[in-house]
């Protein structure tokens, strides 16, 4: 299995040069982990070129792809439910979304979109009550019963979740988000809130593979704290992989 710290740090190899031998690599390698023998190094090289971490394009030579990171526009909606958030609970952890971002990755479009806000648990009521002020459909962490009875039928509710601890989150014109690796394990979790995205989920990974720069190691550090970790594993087996 891959070493999650070592997917982390090899951007950072490639910082100052974009290719590599693979000398070089291994060099990088053993200044971070000095306990690794050659072989080991060597397994993990492998490991990284199976999960398209880097890329050997000709022998001895590594480079990774230079792909952008994830960070979706801002709609005037979400800059107000952010803003509602702040005047309410000014010192609460929380970020904000919304599941039309998801339309990028799919074939078949929703027609149905939701607003999420995910807050701390102690304060979920407070969140309820605050933007219920300001916004007409908001629903407090639904079961799924009143997903099928109210929610899919309602134009744009908003949903109020609980924010899971150490949620990767990121800053988008100074409204906090959640990474895209957050959402896609999210995805495996919440089948309710992504009924629309379940039937293509192993689409979704691959295209945002393909467009879009991905952590794996924070992915499955998220995982396990939301104990999807062999349902990710799962699927990174399956689209994650290099194609080639």
């Known amino acids: 299995m891959l070493n999650d710290k070592l997917l982390e740090l090899i951007?950072?190899?490639f910082k100052n040069q974009s290719i590599l031998t693979k000398e070089e690599l291994a060099c990088a390698i053993r200044k971070h982990f000095p306990g690794w023998s050659d072989a080991t190094i060597n397994v993990r090289i492998s490991e990284l070129k199976k999960e398209d971490a880097v890329q050997n394009p000709s022998r001895g030579i590594y480079t990774i792809k230079q792909k952008p990171d994830y960070?979706?526009?801002i709609s005037p909606?979400?800059?107000?439910l952010y803003n509602s958030l702040i005047l309410h609970l000014p010192y609460a952890q929380f970020c904000v979304w919304d599941t039309k971002w998801l339309n990028e990755f799919m074939r078949h479009q929703p027609v149905r979109f939701y607003l999420i806000a995910e807050v701390e648990k102690e304060v979920m009521e407070s969140a309820y009550h605050g933007l219920s002020e300001s916004f007409k459909q908001v629903f407090l962490d639904p079961d799924t019963a009143v997903y099928e009875r109210y929610i899919h039928k309602s134009e744009y509710p908003l949903i109020i979740k609980p924010m899971i601890s150490e949620s990767p989150t990121?800053?988008?014109n100074k409204v906090i988000i959640p990474k895209i690796e957050k959402v896609l394990v999210d995805m495996l979790s919440d089948t309710d809130l992504?009924?629309?995205q379940q039937f293509e989920i192993d689409s979704i990974f691959r295209i945002v593979r393909d467009k879009?720069?991905?952590n794996q190691g924070m992915m499955k550090r998220y995982a396990r704290r939301r104990n999807r970790e062999k349902e990710l594993s799962s699927i990174l087996?399956?689209?994650m992989a290099n194609d080639g």
């Not at 909606?77 to 107000?80: A, F, H, S």
């Open 11 to 13: 951007p950072t190899y």
């Open 71 to 73: 960070i979706p526009e």
């Open 77 to 80: 909606n979400l800059r107000k």
């Open 170 to 172: 990121t800053t988008k």
């Open 194 to 196: 992504f009924g629309a």
């Open 212 to 214: 879009y720069n991905i």
């Open 237 to 239: 087996n399956k689209t």
